[in-house]
Every structure is written in structure tokens, then in C-alpha cells.
């Protein structure tokens, strides 16, 4: 008996010791910084105020492009996006603020966009950081965003837990979520407004969106007949699970373990 119990007092001390050693594995691995995130902080222009001014004249200046009928295109730099960053969004959204988001950065490379913001609370001090891809779909107006290497610090995190707080806080900021459950995991289905009143010649249709070194580049048409003569550019998402048009009204409206594995979900 006594060597069972014994041997049972070295199985838990075991036990502990790997317990203790992985928590502080863990708690290491999300102190660490991304180097792109380090660089993207290094490289802030000093002059955001001047860099987001910028970025807004080329925002305006799209929006007057589009309001044409006929073809239009643009692009954004990624070191005016984190001057604007910088600028506006402790203002335009501070519940981010309030949950503990700070400094958030990106750097745009080719094909890919990476991003991290530090998050702080009374437990953890860390940076979460994420690479985004992007794609058009077979439905005009409808983004494919991937989302890979979700992280805090070098600690890797599972999408598929973060789904519901993602849609959620989309749609407070009228921002349409929808999700497409493939082999390769969960894939955004972002809706970009075609049809508004404040649009002088409808609808506007994205049929091109490129990651380029430093550069997010867009190009559109807008018209009558933009939707019908859709000619999406570049790499096409396929919908597996998302069923769109009128079979979205029959999807349901919760997102479960076992709904996650079948199909998509539209939550509010």
C-alpha cells in the first residue's frame, strides 16, 4: 500500500510540475511581440495628422469615382491605414478602447494582410495578431476574408470560438457577417453595400481587390448593368456550406459546436 500510494505521489507531483511549467510556457508564449507588429510601430509616420488627411482625400476621392458610371479604381497605403488608425480611432470607436484594445497596426504584403493590436486587461498583457486574405466570391458584392494564424503573443487560438463575438461586434458597426464553413475552416462572408441612397448612380460592384506590398488596391464598376456584367478578378472563393439569395432566409440563427461542422449561420 504504501509504495501504491507512493507511486501515486509521484504520478500528481508529476502532474503539477507539467501543469505549473505549461501555464508559464503559455502566460511566455503571449508576452511575446510579432516582428511585423514591431516594424509596423517602428515605421508610423510622424506626420499622421497630415498621412490621415491624406487617406480621407483618397477615400472622398473614390467615392466621387464611383458615383460615375463606368469603371473606377484606388488604392491605400498601409502607412496612411495606421496613421488613420492612430488619428480617428480612439474617437470613432472606443468601446475598442474601453475592452482593452490599443495601438492597433497593419502591414499590408503581398496577398496578405497582416494585423495586431495589443490587448490589456487586469490578467493578460499581450499583442493578438492575426494574417487576413482576401478574395471576391461568385455573388457580386460578397468578400471572402481568411483568417489565419489567430494568435496572442505566439500562442496559437482557435477561430471557431471567437465566431459569435466576431459577428456580434460586426454588426453593431453595420457590418454583415455571414459564415462559410469549409475543410480549411471557417471563411468571413462580408457584404459590401451595393444600392444606397446616397449613391448617385447604382449599384456599385467590387470586381477587384489586391494586396500589394505596402498597398491595398480596389477597382470596380458602377451602373445598371455592373451586377450583370460581373467579371470578378483574381483568386474566386467558392461557397461550400453558405447558401445565398433566397435560401439565406431558411438558415438558422445560431452558430453550435455541431452547426460549426455544417453549415453557416447569420447572427444578430
Sequence with gaps: MRHWLKQIGIL???VLTVSVTGAWWALQQTKKVPEFYERATRNVPQDTAAQNQR?????????????????????????????WLIQELPNKFPQLLAKGVRDPRIVIENDRLLLAARYRDKRIDTVVSMEIRVELTEEPNILAIRVHDLRAGALPLPLERFLKGITREAAKGDVDVCWDITDEGPVALVTVPSEHPKFVVNPVVVESVK???????????????????????????????YRHNSKRKHQGSRISASSLKRIPVKLR
Excluded at 213 to 240: K, N, T, W
Design 211 to 241: 494586396l500589394v506590398a505596402g498597398r491595398l488596391e480596389l477597382s470596380g464598376h458602377s451602373g445598371a448593368i455592373a451586377q450583370e456584367s460581373y467579371q470578378p478578378q483574381g483568386p474566386v472563393h467558392r461557397f461550400v456550406s
Design 12 to 14: 500528481l507531483a508529476v
Design 55 to 83: 487617406l480621407q482625400q483618397d477615400v472622398k476621392q473614390l467615392q466621387e469615382d464611383a458615383a460615375q458610371q463606368g469603371s473606377w479604381n484606388a488604392a491605400f497605403t498601409d502607412s496612411r491605414i495606421n496613421a
